[in-house]
């Protein structure tokens, strides 16, 4: 009984002592229960702002995860596109399929163009000729072929900006409105006439230009992208002035800088571009774009850059095509009549070639992402 007693008498008093501890703590709980409150509200907005960033990535393509082995399988994405030839092909027979719509629009933009900005002067075109001719004269055999000097003016006229000589800052303005409005046109026009529709050329002029500045939003995104290949090109040059690359450990060093840049631009432009293309869609925002074309070129950038590539090769040749027998034919004409020789023949038709070839090049890569957004991936 003695010991029952101590031990009701011990725990009576370690619950007065409880009771005691809880009335001397209980006005500091309440103190810290306002600062509870706010932690837990700033807690759950944290939990919010993670579930709602979580939804959204959920919504995107991860080929990649940090920290982990990525399996060929698990990043490889396959595509239903036909190949290079084939695409271009294509593209050359799209656009000469609905050559009564797109020829009248070429002859549209050149006019505007002339217009707006005008063409390179005749007198800057016979600057090309008589460089070349002096040069053709300190050769060994003192004169040159006219299918090399075409192919010179050529080059020449191509690389220097042939189209204008001077432009101002207004002029350059309507130049860059005049090839975006090509763009959004053309983009229009293809996207009925392959959803079996036959649009008109005025439809595409009033309905095509909703977009305009969701486009030149992505434009400056494209801009700020471009950023490493320009200071690759500033640096480049600034390292050639001063000898920098004379030295092997820096010609090393820059190279090593100049393909990470590269890389980098190369990595982020390969979807940009194909967001210009998205944005032109009716109700798609910017950032909703660049998001939409980031998912679908995931795993495909290499392909998209090889297209490229072959876009590039194929300009090329379609310059090489068209303006060397016009060039040929001019130098022919003006030296048998001198009444023409004022004419600015090679200016003209190497606007309506460039015209052409954005348009070819706006087709190429609609069609590219035409097929890449039908292809259903299993």
Excluded at 100 to 122: D, H, K, N, Q, W
Excluded at 271 to 297: C, E, K, N, Q, R
Excluded at 322 to 338: A, R, S, V
């Amino acid at each position: 009984m003695a010991k029952t007693n101590s031990n009701t008498s011990k725990e009576s008093k370690k619950v007065t002592n409880s009771r005691l501890s809880a009335k001397t703590k209980a006005p500091k709980e309440g103190h810290n229960s306002g600062k509870s409150d706010r932690r837990s509200v700033i807690g759950r907005k944290i939990n919010s702002w993670k579930q709602t960033i979580r939804a959204r990535r959920a919504k995107h393509v991860h080929l990649h995860k940090s920290f982990k082995r990525s399996y060929r399988e698990d990043y490889l994405r396959q595509t239903s596109t036909p190949g290079l030839l084939s695409h271009a092909m294509i593209t050359f027979k799209t656009i000469f399929r609905h050559w009564r719509t797109f020829l009248p629009f070429i002859a549209l933009m050149v006019f505007l163009y002339i217009f707006a900005v005008g063409l390179m002067s005749e007198d800057f075109y016979k600057q090309f000729q008589d460089s070349i001719d002096e040069t053709s004269s300190e050769l060994a055999t003192g004169q040159i072929g006219n299918f090399a000097k075409a192919s010179l003016l050529l080059i020449s006229t191509v690389t220097s900006g042939g189209l204008d000589a001077g432009m101002g800052e207004s002029q350059t303005i309507f130049m860059l409105i005049l090839f975006l409005v090509m763009w959004l046109v053309t983009i229009f026009l293809l996207r009925h006439f392959l959803a079996g529709e036959k649009p008109r050329l005025r439809d595409g002029l009033y309905n095509a230009l909703a977009p305009l500045l969701s486009t030149l939003l992505v434009f400056i995104v494209i801009f700020i992208q471009s950023i490493p290949i320009m200071l690759v090109i500033i640096t480049y040059s600034a390292a050639v002035l001063t000898n920098f690359l004379a030295t092997p450990f820096y010609a090393l060093v820059y190279f090593i800088f100049a393909a990470l840049m590269l890389l980098l631009s190369g990595y982020l432009l390969s979807s940009s571009i194909m967001a210009l293309v998205a944005v032109t869609a009716p109700g798609v925002y910017p950032i909703t774009a660049l998001f939409a074309a980031s998912d679908l070129m995931a795993g495909r950038r290499l392909k998209m850059v090889l297209r490229l590539i072959y876009l590039i090769f194929v300009v090329a040749m379609t310059y090489i095509i068209t303006m060397l027998p016009i060039i040929l034919l001019d130098l022919w004409f003006k030296g048998m009549w001198e009444w023409i020789a004022g004419w600015p023949i090679v200016p003209f038709f190497l606007l309506v070639v460039t015209c052409f070839v954005f348009m070819y090049a706006t087709t190429y890569l609609y069609l590219y992402y035409r097929w890449l957004l039908d292809y259903k991936e299993k």
